[in-house]
């Protein structure tokens, strides 16, 4: 293997370790808070990644200046966790949590399906594709290889400024601290006043507006298809779960970890690149059933 | 009384029926291979596990059929029953293994994670599972006697409906003993399962091997019939509607595995003219209603009616 391919391997690792991290912090920040395993989680990725795209090539058609596809992508995930998030939550999630575990997870299963089904409807199953924003950042070179500017800088940038945004918020702010009072305790939370259901939405808000960032982000990168959503859900679930579900920073480094398996998986033995995050979940969670980065948790009996 | 006689007429119909009706076969053979892959979402069901990934040994029945068929060119019936369960408890097992260490969001991710896989390996390895084009299954003999179509599809669908009653009896009278019974315990309090000397996870593991051979003979009935196994066997699609039967059929009893799967068929072939694009969303909100209004499913509701009615008559 070359010092080239090493870096290949590197920079698609790093890229798409990001939009990884982005979707599945989302997942673990909304399981942390609520307990709840969105299944759909993968499908507000895929809504984010079609929006965005939609919203680019309309545009581009229209013929606005192409920078303006930057803050679009952004609109296109605010859209998506806002309405789309904020409609799982308040029609559905609010009815079920004091429901048992194998039924909530029947209930965002359902909204799973239905939300493949709505984008199919709505999209159609020709796979779009917008490199535009890809190519407008230009690339750069680094060790002899050309790479581009928008998968080396600018998603790990995003990647990080969410992870340290996160930890300020959760830990610098009052709406952040309040979150991790509803988090440890809800009730006492309740008995000082603190509007649990508010923390809720918000906190599932926060969590759909990252998987649908992750999926603008991923747009220009991939092509955008039916079962992107599927494919994402069981990973950013295996990065999760590797990590400890709950895990905000250790679902950074598992993201990491996976992304670059994979990638270099590529190069040595492509066959194997799907299963690398599997192969990877398995080993840790044979292991450390916990997750890497978990604390082992008391029983609560 | 009531219940043997509706059982009776039920059974009566389903003989009589491809004869009168012969277009029906295909449907009702379906239908029922397909509840045989429900019940074992069932069984785990009264662990209060829910496997989003029972499509797995679904595909693992179907291609062990296709497999060993293209070897044999052709085979006999049985013997490709007999090899299908066996690959689908070796599945079982080893995938078994890992799984019963968890539970819930583990528990149901973990097998969605595990079919992924499989469905991307019957996709990506061309050479050998044919892609996305899958394997033609040939039409094996049955016991010696080599049929031409009609025929092998009537015989396949009494055999079917034999080995479903069966299967379904022993799944009753297994889901009634003890080691049955705990798995009711995992669902309510598995400490005190393990207090009483008993391994939840041998417990679970049992099952999990049982279920994934229902799932794996009626995928192998289901590539017999259609003559085709292909990686859609094993996405995560069809394993939704194996749960998605199996909670609007009525978790709580075997039969609701084969009346949802029915039911479901029925409206299927009916609606997908109406909802040509729409039909997931259909699903997904009737499985929402169910969950929240129904949780007993049509047989739950069926046993309410008939509460109400023997409390009427007998007041």
Same mark, same amino acid.
């Given at each position: 293997?070359?010092?080239?391919?090493?870096?290949?391997?590197?920079?698609?690792?790093?890229?798409?370790?990001?939009?990884?991290?982005?979707?599945?912090?989302?997942?673990?920040?909304?399981?942390?808070?609520?307990?709840?395993?969105?299944?759909?989680?993968?499908?507000?990725?895929?809504?984010?990644?079609?929006?965005?795209?939609?919203?680019?090539?309309?545009?581009?058609?229209?013929?606005?200046?192409?920078?303006?596809?930057?803050?679009?992508?952004?609109?296109?995930?605010?859209?998506?966790?806002?309405?789309?998030?904020?409609?799982?939550?308040?029609?559905?999630?609010?009815?079920?949590?004091?429901?048992?575990?194998?039924?909530?997870?029947?209930?965002?299963?359902?909204?799973?399906?239905?939300?493949?089904?709505?984008?199919?409807?709505?999209?159609?199953?020709?796979?779009?594709?917008?490199?535009?924003?890809?190519?407008? +950042? /230009? &690339? *750069? !070179?680094?060790?002899?290889?050309?790479?581009?500017?928008?998968?080396?800088?600018?998603?790990? %940038? $995003?990647?990080?400024?969410?992870?340290?945004?996160?930890?300020?918020?959760?830990?610098?702010?009052?709406?952040?601290?309040?979150?991790?009072?509803?988090?440890?305790?809800?009730?006492?939370?309740?008995?000082?006043?603190?509007?649990?259901?508010?923390?809720?939405?918000?906190?599932?808000?926060?969590?759909?507006?990252?998987?649908?960032?992750?999926?603008?982000?991923?747009?220009?990168?991939?092509?955008?298809?039916?079962?992107?959503?599927?494919?994402?859900?069981?990973?950013?679930?295996?990065?999760?779960?590797?990590?400890? +579900? /709950? &895990? *905000? !920073?250790?679902?950074?480094?598992?993201?990491?970890?996976?992304?670059?398996?994979?990638?270099? %998986? $590529?190069?040595?033995?492509?066959?194997?690149?799907?299963?690398?995050?599997?192969?990877?979940?398995?080993?840790?969670?044979?292991?450390?059933?916990?997750?890497?980065?978990?604390?082992?948790?008391?029983?609560?009996? | 009384?009531?219940?043997?006689?509706?059982?009776?007429?039920?059974?009566?119909?389903?003989?009589?029926?491809?004869?009168?009706?012969?277009?029906?076969?295909?449907?009702?053979?379906?239908?029922?291979?397909?509840?045989?892959?429900?019940?074992?979402?069932?069984?785990?069901?009264?662990?209060?596990?829910?496997?989003?990934?029972?499509?797995?040994?679904?595909?693992?029945?179907?291609?062990?059929?296709?497999?060993?068929?293209?070897?044999?060119?052709?085979?006999?019936?049985?013997?490709?029953?007999?090899?299908?369960?066996?690959?689908?408890?070796?599945?079982?097992?080893?995938?078994?293994?890992?799984?019963?260490?968890?539970?819930?969001?583990?528990?149901?991710?973990?097998?969605?994670?595990?079919?992924?896989?499989?469905?991307?390996?019957?996709?990506?390895?061309?050479?050998?599972?044919?892609?996305?084009?899958?394997?033609?299954?040939?039409?094996?003999?049955?016991?010696?006697?080599?049929?031409?179509?009609?025929?092998?599809?009537?015989?396949?669908?009494?055999?079917?409906?034999?080995?479903?009653?069966?299967?379904?009896?022993?799944?009753?009278?297994?889901?009634?003993?003890?080691?049955?019974?705990?798995?009711?315990?995992?669902?309510?309090?598995?400490?005190?399962?393990?207090?009483?000397?008993?391994?939840?996870?041998?417990?679970?593991?049992?099952?999990?091997?049982?279920?994934?051979?229902?799932?794996?003979?009626?995928?192998?009935?289901?590539?017999?019939?259609?003559?085709?196994?292909?990686?859609?066997?094993?996405?995560?699609?069809?394993?939704?509607?194996?749960?998605?039967?199996?909670?609007?059929?009525?978790?709580?009893?075997?039969?609701?595995?084969?009346?949802?799967?029915?039911?479901?068929?029925?409206?299927?072939?009916?609606?997908?003219?109406?909802?040509?694009?729409?039909?997931?969303?259909?699903?997904?909100?009737?499985?929402?209603?169910?969950?929240?209004?129904?949780?007993?499913?049509?047989?739950?509701?069926?046993?309410?009616?008939?509460?109400?009615?023997?409390?009427?008559?007998?007041?």
């Amino acid at each position: 293997m070359s010092l080239q391919t090493i870096m290949l391997a590197v920079f698609d690792g790093v890229a798409y370790a990001a939009l990884v991290f982005l979707v599945a912090v989302g997942m673990t920040l909304v399981f942390g808070v609520m307990r709840i395993l969105n299944v759909a989680h993968g499908s507000l990725y895929a809504l984010g990644a079609y929006l965005a795209a939609s919203l680019v090539l309309g545009l581009g058609a229209s013929g606005w200046s192409p920078w303006l596809a930057y803050p679009a992508m952004a609109a296109a995930a605010a859209i998506i966790g806002v309405v789309v998030g904020g409609a799982i939550e308040t029609l559905l999630l609010q009815r079920i949590y004091a429901k048992e575990e194998a039924l909530q997870l029947l209930v965002t299963f359902a909204v799973f399906m239905m939300l493949e089904n709505i984008q199919r409807l709505v999209w159609g199953v020709q796979p779009y594709f917008v490199g535009e924003p890809l190519q407008m +950042l /230009g &690339n *750069i !070179e680094l060790g002899g290889i050309a790479y581009t500017r928008y998968q080396t800088l600018l998603l790990p %940038a $995003v990647a990080l400024i969410v992870l340290f945004g996160l930890r300020f918020f959760l830990r610098g702010t009052l709406t952040g601290q309040v979150i991790l009072a509803v988090t440890e305790d809800r009730e006492a939370a309740t008995s000082i006043g603190v509007n649990a259901r508010r923390v809720f939405l918000s906190t599932f808000i926060i969590g759909a507006t990252l998987a649908a960032l992750a999926g603008a982000l991923a747009a220009p990168t991939t092509s955008i298809q039916p079962g992107m959503g599927a494919d994402m859900i069981v990973l950013s679930f295996a990065v999760a779960a590797t990590a400890g +579900l /709950g &895990n *905000i !920073e250790g679902s950074a480094l598992t993201a990491l970890l996976i992304g670059l398996a994979r990638s270099f %998986a $590529v190069y040595i033995a492509p066959e194997l690149e799907v299963l690398t995050p599997y192969l990877i979940m398995v080993i840790v969670l044979l292991v450390r059933p916990q997750g890497l980065f978990a604390r082992p948790e008391a029983r609560r009996i | 009384m009531l219940r043997r006689i509706l059982a009776l007429v039920a059974l009566l119909v389903l003989v009589a029926v491809p004869f009168l009706a012969p277009w029906t076969k295909t449907f009702l053979l379906l239908a029922l291979a397909k509840g045989l892959a429900v019940l074992a979402v069932i069984i785990l069901l009264q662990a209060g596990q829910v496997s989003f990934g029972h499509a797995l040994f679904f595909a693992a029945g179907a291609y062990a059929v296709a497999f060993v068929g293209r070897a044999l060119a052709g085979g006999e019936l049985f013997g490709l029953l007999a090899v299908s369960l066996l690959v689908s408890a070796a599945f079982g097992l080893a995938i078994g293994l890992f799984v019963v260490r968890y539970r819930y969001i583990f528990f149901g991710m973990l097998n969605l994670a595990f079919s992924m896989v499989l469905y991307s390996i019957l996709e990506k390895f061309f050479h050998l599972t044919g892609g996305s084009d899958g394997i033609r299954v040939l039409r094996p003999s049955i016991l010696g006697v080599t049929l031409e179509r009609n025929g092998f599809e009537l015989a396949l669908y009494f055999i079917t409906l034999a080995l479903s009653i069966v299967l379904a009896a022993g799944v009753t009278r297994y889901l009634a003993s003890p080691l049955g019974q705990a798995l009711g315990a995992i669902k309510s309090n598995e400490t005190r399962l393990e207090y009483l000397g008993v391994s939840a996870r041998r417990v679970l593991l049992i099952a999990y091997v049982v279920s994934a051979v229902l799932a794996g003979l009626g995928g192998a009935i289901t590539a017999l019939m259609q003559g085709l196994a292909t990686p859609d066997y094993a996405f995560w699609v069809r394993s939704g509607e194996f749960v998605f039967i199996a909670i609007l059929g009525g978790a709580g009893h075997v039969a609701g595995a084969f009346v949802g799967s029915l039911v479901y068929e029925g409206i299927r072939s009916y609606a997908a003219v109406l909802f040509a694009d729409g039909w997931q969303l259909v699903l997904g909100s009737i499985l929402i209603l169910v969950v929240l209004f129904a949780p007993q499913g049509i047989v739950g509701l069926w046993q309410r009616l008939m509460g109400r009615l023997s409390q009427k008559v007998a007041p």
